[in-house]
């Protein structure tokens, strides 16, 4: 079988850090489902990216399809063929879709009779003609968050698409995009040459080629290389630049050829707090900060040049000017902001619109407040005064020059922290201004203070009640508002900290500040009821709770989620034993018996005809109260023994007792003992919805 190496390279303007990840796993999803749907075998597929470049490099492709003889039956021959031997419609139907003659068909004999077949020889396509049927359109199908028009052309993309390489060995494989055509000149790195080309004479020397013209694209290698020229940099030094793997993933996807280089300025500007420096550094500039070995910050960063290293000292100067001009600000902005207390900056919350319908953050305040006096008042917290200074000025700082600038906006709350401090603010008070945010995503840390964790409960609670209360509800992945990590985020703190509280209460107090602000009073509260109650199912999810014991608890009052974790955690405990997967069978069989009656009384012990029937009524009889202190006390385990001790009772009931009496009386008493059987199972779970193997 003949085969060659395949490269495609899509040359491009240079493409947002961001945009490059997915677009790359597009890319090479679709070759390998394309060859794989042509059946086209290969020894290797391999993706390679640059902030200018997309490629996808194959070794030793199929350079054309098998020959396949294909046979398929179709109708039976009584339907194909007319009584003159004629095709019939519906026979030469089947083989007209098949593209067939008479000449390739026959009739195949099978146990139910004969029908009509064919067989027919299809000579395999060359790669390069199936590339090139399915390549347009899976350039136009790259993903990118933004696309933009270029010059005349109608086409969409990330960034303008400059060259098309195609190289089936070493032939160009004919190919027209957007008015470019397919070649072997790869585009070299503008910051070394901005002209420079140079040709890829073979698809197995891509990457060499490139390298020749100071381009690596292989990105692991470059991030390799990034590692050890930081490390190398610092080798002698008792200086370290702080390990950021997030950081080193964009900026590997900035540069085609790195150069780790040294910067630094003013000593002066480290008097600015910290998160200031690193968020300038760092997320404004995409440089990696520097520490002592005390951990303290230093006034130097390392960046990674794109350019030619001969002239890293003018390119590192260049840097340098920009990180001043920015610290300049900051220290501008932080030493303005100090000049006014925090809360003084409360009132001009008046001028900051929360959301269009909803109003001012100011309102938005006021609203916290009010859910805040709430959760004190139930929890009876003794720090109730530090909580409510906590939610007053937790968004104080985004009046500040420091955010309102939109230099620092990823600062918010920290900064905040940083003025409560300043002007004297109790330390509860300033962290949980910084904590009310917690947890900003999946891995983040929950808050720390009491007040953080009541302050994130109020602020997240009010924007989920307030943007589902107009109407702005998340779908599928639709989710603007993060309303999902909002409620999510409630959850867990109050799973963390085991507040006992009412989760509808708190949602019905939610929506008693947002009178005026709903088309409708309570507009959309029960839509956030069961928008909640899937929150609780996917903490539990995450507490590795099996499905079906979530399934059997969560129908409950699942409005205290401390309690519903506990019950849940109560049968997950039992679930596996043999005795609690007899019970359940056991209780299926009751629920199954009286699943279709509507009506029952309580039970007449006067008519219970057999020992084992007034047994089982007498043990539940006996321990529903003792099920019910325990459950009152959340001694959920308790309460399960109770119910996996009857396991034999509920057996033996069965075995010995015919439910379905001929006595019309005896039977429907007996129905009323199996559902008082099953109501005192209800009080824990319904463990019906507990899937038993076998």
Not at 626 to 638: D, G, K, P, T, V
Not at 658 to 666: I, K, Q, R, S, Y
Request: glycine share 6%; proline share 2%.
């Amino acid at each position: 079988m003949n085969k060659k190496d395949f490269l495609f390279e899509l040359g491009v303007e240079e493409i947002p850090a961001g945009y490059i990840k997915n677009a790359e796993k597009y890319i090479l999803k679709r070759f390998k489902q394309e060859f794989k749907d042509a059946k086209l075998a290969y020894d290797k597929i391999e993706s390679f990216t640059t902030p200018k470049r997309f490629a996808i490099l194959v070794e030793n492709l199929q350079v054309q399809q098998a020959d396949e003889l294909v046979e398929k039956m179709g109708p039976a021959k009584r339907i194909a063929v007319q009584e003159d031997g004629s095709l019939s419609k519906a026979g030469a139907g089947f083989l007209r879709g098949a593209g067939c003659s008479e000449d390739d068909m026959f009739f195949m004999t099978t146990p139910k009779g004969e029908y009509i077949a064919y067989k027919k020889e299809i000579k395999g396509k060359k790669a390069t003609e199936i590339i090139t049927s399915f390549l347009e359109d899976l350039i136009k199908g790259i993903p990118s968050p933004k696309s933009m028009k270029w010059g005349a052309g109608k086409i969409t993309f990330a960034r303008p698409i400059r060259n098309i390489v195609l190289l089936m060995g070493s032939d160009v494989v004919p190919f027209t995009f957007n008015g470019l055509e397919s070649n072997r000149r790869v585009l070299g790195n503008r910051y070394i040459d901005f002209e420079v080309t140079k040709e890829v004479f073979e698809a197995k020397m891509y990457l060499e080629t490139l390298r020749s013209i100071s381009i690596i694209a292989d990105r692991e290698e470059r991030i390799k290389l990034i590692e050890k020229q930081i490390a190398e940099l610092y080798k002698n030094s008792s200086k370290n630049i702080i390990e950021d793997k997030k950081l080193l993933e964009v900026v590997t996807d900035l540069v085609e050829y790195p150069t780790a280089v040294i910067g630094s300025f003013d000593e002066k500007y480290l008097a600015l707090p910290d998160k200031i420096i690193t968020s300038t550094i760092s997320q404004n500039q995409k440089y990696f900060s520097v520490v002592d070995e005390e951990g303290n910050l230093c006034n130097e960063f390392c960046f990674i040049s794109n350019g030619n290293p001969e002239y890293s000292d003018i390119i590192r100067r260049g840097n340098e000017k920009v990180i001043t001009a920015r610290l300049e600000d900051a220290e501008f902005f932080f030493n303005e902001d100090r000049k006014n207390s925090l809360e003084s900056y409360v009132e001009r919350l008046k001028d900051v619109t929360f959301q269009q319908d909803l109003g001012t953050t100011f309102e938005k305040t006021n609203r916290c407040l009010e859910i805040a006096k709430y959760i004190c008042d139930s929890l009876d917290l003794n720090n109730r005064e530090q909580v409510l200074r906590t939610v007053l000025l937790a968004k104080a700082d985004l009046v500040t020059l420091m955010l309102g600038e939109k230099e620092f906006t990823k600062l918010q709350g920290y900064m905040g922290m940083k003025y409560a401090e300043l002007s004297g603010e109790e330390a509860d008070v300033a962290l949980g201004i910084y904590e009310h945010y917690s947890p900003r995503g999946q891995n983040d840390g929950l808050p720390t203070t009491i007040t953080g964790a009541v302050a994130a409960i109020a602020d997240k609670l009010d924007t989920v009640c307030g943007i589902i209360g107009v109407d702005l509800i998340p779908t599928g992945s639709n989710d603007p508002f993060a309303l999902r990590r909002a409620a999510n985020g409630i959850v867990k703190i109050l799973n963390e900290r085991d507040w006992n509280i009412d989760i509808f209460r708190l949602i019905d107090v939610a929506f008693n500040q947002l009178k005026g602000k709903l088309k409708e009073e309570n507009h959309n509260k029960e839509f956030t009821y069961n928008f909640f109650k899937q929150r609780v199912k996917w903490l539990l999810e995450e507490e590795e709770i099996a499905y079906d014991v979530i399934d059997s608890v969560l129908d409950f009052d699942f409005r205290y989620i401390g309690e519903i974790k506990k019950r849940a955690l109560a049968i997950q405990n039992f679930k596996g034993s043999q005795d609690f997967e007899g019970l359940v069978l056991g209780y299926k069989r009751v629920a199954n018996i009286i699943s279709k009656v509507k009506d029952f009384a309580d039970v007449d012990d006067t008519k219970l005809e057999e020992d084992v029937e007034k047994k089982l009524y007498s043990y539940f009889q006996d321990n529903i109260s003792s099920i019910e202190e325990y459950l009152a006390s959340s001694s959920y385990n308790q309460a399960m023994k109770i119910l996996v001790s009857a396991r034999s009772i509920i057996d033996n009931f069965f075995d010995n007792v015919m439910v379905n009496a001929e006595d019309e009386t005896v039977k429907n008493n007996r129905y009323n003992l199996l559902y008082f059987v099953k109501s005192v199972f209800m009080k824990i779970a319904d463990l019906e919805k507990i899937v038993v193997e076998n």
